[in-house]
């Protein structure tokens, strides 16, 4: 199936690993170019070198007011055109309610809320018909996952802010979409494992509780990102799309 992304022009955010580099990777895989960020300048030329002549990397925080009009400059500036954006942040501290600091839920609001919203606004202003605004969200939009309380508390409000978007870009041909991954298996993932105290158990205990019995796979995810970031996907907006191996039970 041909996706139309050859040529397309897209800014990955958060890609110099794991859900956010494995988006890449496809888009570019299927033609797409791709402008990578990351916070540290080195990583993210090095994976964008990694993904070859079609992807370039930059520096950036999410959290940092300037960074999404800079970054919707540099990739009209490198690739003449911008298409869509993919955004992707790494997830919050951890904690329960009581220890998690009121330092840790500013920081994480800057970058994970206000910095996408910031991203998007930038975007959007610059998209024409047939462009996409993709965000990286989590299985915490439906339900909250344990000892990740700011997580539980951001996403699902940045989640009725993409729909929110949806509605207001929608009659300019602009398309909005959300991607909940659940147990991909990236760093990330192991990271959060290990907090257990016995990483394998905890994995072994999850999987047990996933249908498909596995966690996935972070090309998985990353085909899915790249099919709704795809004209093929024209007339999918305002979706929230579990990517979870069946985790999320309800309708």
Do not use: C
Not at 92 to 100: S, T, V
């Amino acid at each position: 199936m041909d996706l139309g992304l050859k040529d397309r022009v897209y800014i990955v955010t958060g890609a110099t690993r794991g859900l956010g580099l494995a988006s890449a990777r496809e888009l570019t895989a299927d033609g797409a170019k791709v402008l990578l960020t990351g916070r540290d300048e080195k990583r993210a030329a090095d994976a964008a070198a990694g993904l070859g002549p079609n992807a370039a990397g930059a520096a950036a925080d999410n959290s940092d007011p300037e960074a999404a009009a800079r970054l919707v400059a540099t990739a009209l500036e490198r690739f003449g055109r911008l298409d869509g954006i993919l955004i992707s942040v790494g997830g919050p501290a951890p904690g329960f309610a009581a220890d998690n600091t009121d330092a840790q839920w500013s920081a994480a609001f800057e970058s994970v809320f206000l910095g996408a919203v910031r991203l998007a606004r930038a975007a959007a202003a610059e998209l024409g018909e047939g462009g996409v605004i993709g965000f990286v969200l989590s299985g915490s939009v439906h339900e909250p996952i344990p000892g990740l309380t700011i997580s539980n508390g951001l996403r699902p409000g940045l989640a009725g802010f993409a729909k929110s978007l949806s509605l207001e870009l929608g009659p300019r041909g602009i398309r909005v979409v959300g991607l909940l991954p659940a147990r991909i298996d990236t760093d990330r993932v192991r990271e959060l494992d290990a907090l257990s105290g016995d990483a394998e158990a905890a994995r072994a205990g999850n999987e047990s509780r996933i249908p498909l019995r596995r966690y996935g796979a972070p090309e998985e995810f990353g085909r899915t990102a790249a099919f709704l970031l795809s004209p093929a996907a024209s007339y999918l907006t305002g979706v929230m799309l579990p990517v979870d191996g069946g985790s999320r039970h309800g309708f």
